[in-house]
Nanobody, 130 residues
Framework: QVQLVESGGGSVQAGGSLRLSCAASGRTFSHHAMGWFRQAPGKEREFVAGINYRGDTSFYVDSVKGRFTISRDNAKNTLYLEMNSLKPEDTAVYYC???????????????????????WGQGTQVTVSS
């Protein structure tokens, strides 16, 4: 298992940008597909974006496509989520998670949203005001 710690959340106005980071401990970060999830008050946690272990396949939910970019730096054991053109409906606690499967390639990128995410961070709050 990897231990995950998110950072970079904050409060911004609509149209603004934030960059979330997820620092991983352990030697196997580069072996796991990773994902970003979010949970708004009163709503279920939802998948936002995922990336395979090599970083060459990614998938986004429609609501963030074209605005958010997921990336990873395996040398730094860090996952990122660049969020641009933020909207009030993006307000949520954002979590990073690691796939329990090692070396998952996910040729069909949409399968990333169904990965067996087994390790989770504590979350970071993102608040977007109108």
């Amino acid at each position: 298992q990897v231990q995950l710690v998110e950072s970079g959340g904050g409060s911004v106005q609509a149209g603004g940008s934030l960059r979330l980071s997820c620092a991983a401990s352990g030697r196997t970060f580069s072996h796991h597909a990773m994902g970003w999830f979010r949970q708004a008050p009163g709503k279920e946690r939802e998948f936002v974006a995922g990336i395979n272990y090599r970083g060459d396949t990614s998938f986004y939910v429609d609501s963030v496509k074209g605005r958010f970019t997921i990336s990873r730096d395996n040398a730094k054991n860090t996952l990122y989520l660049e969020m641009n053109s933020l909207k009030p409906e993006d307000t949520a606690v954002y979590y990073c998670a690691a796939d329990s499967l090692l070396y998952g390639v996910y040729v069909i990128s949409s399968n990333l949203r169904h990965a067996a995410f087994g390790s989770w961070g504590q979350g970071t709050q993102v608040t977007v005001s109108s």
